[in-house]
């Protein structure tokens, strides 16, 4: 039992654990999730912001360079243009100047009064380089260029507006570069890029050389989803712990003492073993008393004294006590027949008297299997407390003896047993507990008393049956005062049918 105990206490420290363990990886794993939620959400968020503005810029380089796209190509270009352009100029105050210029690059008008020169053709088209100088005075500018039939329009934009139209968009991004794919470089920063872990770029349409390079820091974690997070979190360490406490009451149930018991029963794990009594009259073994084991699957033999108490406590002791008869009548019934002066003492406790049912089917029993009564004693263990005031008890005591089955009180003074007990019930027999023959020789208190147990016994004319010998002294000293069955280690220990039967033939020698 101690193994099987070990094992549970093995298993449910493992259960524990791994609940433990499952718990933190939910609560990680939760935390873990929405953590990562947040920053998904926060991605998605700088990535419909980075669209948004990168539409907006783009929108507004298409829109400004449409209405030039349709104003067809006169003879005399710059003087049908050049009031268009300061009209247009005039009505868009984020374009600093406008221009126009031939295929070769040369200008053909300007609203720049100032002569300017003009970068490179780009491979692009429409095309968006800078920042230059133009003019004196001039802050540094963009050009937006895009080329038509037989001119190219030129828009000139301030870096700072540039900037400025960007940054009025900005609301989550610590960073934004306009970057020029060819010849690879960066055009202008807004903001700053340090710490910053986030990069989404996006091109442009109307400017296919540009690129907006957003940055941003990774998602903070705020006040509210903290508190949220705890929340949830001490929820589910509730949740947790309610069913850890179902799952381990389930488990505990499952591997208590009670349930492998009522298992073991089912099973038929329970046997008996037999205890040979001597009668020193005859010089021969003349009865013994049945003891139950019980036998695991593992073919670990597990005491009584380990489960009998619980047996008692959870009224299994009917269905085991019953269980144990049943084996025992279908495996001695020939020993019983070949020998006819010999007896079998069988434990019962109180709880046994106060069943409705027990003692008719145990008549039956004997009947089925033709058990003589006067080979059976019934031996009252004092674990549980016998209501000498209840009459149903009397009675069935009565017609046990008036059946001819003989009644023992069973380790008498070291339970509930008193003189009462004694006066009140029809016992037969007196078993005297080792507790007291164990005693004798050794000057101990409980020596003196097996004396006046015996008085007591021969006085309301019980036979004794003395319990425990172990020594030939104890053996002289209750032969030398009239006791005359025993039992103990002196003369066997407990044992099975056939070596039962084998010790009965050879003492019958």
């Not at 810029?57 to 190509?73: A, H, K, P, Q, V």
């Not at 794990?269 to 073994?285: A, D, G, L, R, T």
């Not at 507790?435 to 006085?459: H, K, P, R, W, Y």
Request: overall charge neutral.
């Amino acid at each position: 039992m101690n193994a099987a105990q070990h094992r549970y206490n093995h298993l449910f420290t493992r259960f524990t654990i791994l609940w433990l363990v499952f718990t933190l990886i939910i609560l990680i794993g939760t935390f873990y999730y929405h953590w990562q939620q947040l920053h998904i959400q926060h991605q998605n968020k700088l990535m419909a912001e980075a669209n948004k503005i990168s539409q907006e810029f783009d929108d507004f380089i298409s829109i400004n360079l449409e209405i030039f796209g349709y104003m067809g190509s006169p003879r005399d270009l710059c003087q049908k243009l050049s009031p268009k352009l300061h009209q247009e100029l005039f009505n868009n105050p984020l374009i600093s100047a406008l221009l126009i210029s031939d295929n070769r690059n040369q200008l053909l008008c300007s609203t720049i009064k100032e002569p300017i020169t003009l970068p490179e053709f780009s491979q692009y088209n429409p095309s968006f380089s800078g920042p230059y100088k133009f003019g004196k005075g001039m802050a540094e500018s963009f050009l937006v260029q895009k080329r038509l039939n037989d001119y190219t329009i030129g828009l000139i934009l301030l870096e700072t507006v540039v900037n400025n139209f960007i940054e009025e968009r900005n609301h989550n991004f610590s960073g934004i570069n306009i970057f020029d794919k060819e010849p690879r470089r960066i055009l202008s920063r807004i903001g700053t890029q340090n710490h910053s872990i986030i990069h989404i770029q996006r091109k442009l349409k109307n400017a296919s050389n540009i690129h907006l390079d957003f940055f941003a820091k990774q998602a903070q974690i705020s006040n509210y989803f903290v508190m949220k997070e705890v929340i949830l979190n001490l929820s589910l360490l509730l949740l947790s712990l309610l069913f850890y406490l179902y799952f381990s009451h389930l488990i505990s149930h499952r591997l208590s003492l009670k349930y492998a018991i009522n298992n073991a029963i089912r099973s038929q794990h329970f046997h008996p073993v037999y205890q040979p009594i001597w009668n020193s009259n005859e010089n021969k073994f003349l009865g013994a008393e049945v003891l139950i084991r019980w036998e695991t699957a593992e073919q670990e033999i597990i005491m009584p004294d380990l489960f009998i108490e619980e047996a008692e406590r959870s009224g299994l002791i009917i269905p085991l006590t019953w269980q144990l008869i049943e084996h025992t009548f279908h495996e001695t019934g020939e020993l019983l027949v070949t020998y006819p002066d010999f007896h079998l003492a069988f434990n019962l406790s109180a709880r046994h008297f106060r069943h409705p049912s027990f003692f008719s089917e145990f008549y039956e029993l004997c009947q089925s299997k033709a058990i003589r009564p006067e080979q059976v004693i019934l031996e009252l263990t004092e674990r549980d407390f016998l209501d000498k005031d209840n009459p149903q008890i009397i009675r069935q005591m009565q017609e046990l003896k008036k059946l001819g089955f003989s009644i023992a009180i069973d380790d008498f003074g070291t339970g509930h047993a008193s003189i009462n007990y004694l006066q009140h019930f029809p016992f037969n027999y007196l078993k005297i507990d080792k507790l007291f023959i164990q005693a004798i020789g050794t000057g101990a208190v409980t020596e003196s008393l097996n004396q006046a147990i015996i008085d007591l016994a021969n006085t309301l004319k019980l036979s004794i049956i003395a319990e425990g010998v172990e020594t030939k002294k104890q053996y002289d000293y209750l032969l030398d005062k009239g006791v005359y069955w025993m039992q103990g280690w002196y003369f066997a220990k407990a044992m099975n049918r056939d070596e039962l039967l084998d010790l009965i033939r050879y003492k019958a020698r």
